[in-house]
């Protein structure tokens, strides 16, 4: 019984967590892959809407995720100079189809 109100403690502590949703990039480093979260900005003058995206490196454990997933991150403490996500869970697998050189 104490074991179940220390986790529900240790989660109250921690608070909530910034998480995103993006898709693998790149998967060719080991324990990190590179994920792209795509958004909409407006324009402050002119009002158009024009689309931008950000690469951010993640921390992958157990080398799940594959180029082309889809997967959820959150925010964790800082591992390297650009790594500080982990990722939580591969949404949906995907396979991307590299072009054949020649």
């Known amino acids: 019984m104490n074991t179940a109100m220390e986790q529900q403690a240790t989660v109250r502590c921690r608070g909530k967590r ?4 993006g898709t693998v990039v790149s998967d060719k480093g080991d324990k990190t892959i590179r994920v792209r979260f795509d958004f909409i900005v407006k324009h402050p003058k002119y009002g158009k809407y024009s ?3 950000t690469i951010l490196a993640a921390h992958d454990e157990k080398n ?5 997933d889809v997967v ?3 925010a ?3 591992m390297s100079k650009t ?3 982990r990722l939580t ?3 949906e697998h995907r396979t ?3 072009p054949v050189a020649g």
């Open 89 to 91: 869970r591969v949404i």
């Open 96 to 98: 991307v189809e590299e």
């Open 64 to 68: 799940e995720a594959k180029a082309g």
């Open 18 to 21: 910034d998480g995103r949703m």
């Open 72 to 74: 959820e991150v959150i």
């Open 76 to 78: 964790c403490r800082r």
């Open 51 to 53: 689309r931008r995206s």
């Open 83 to 85: 790594k500080c996500w």
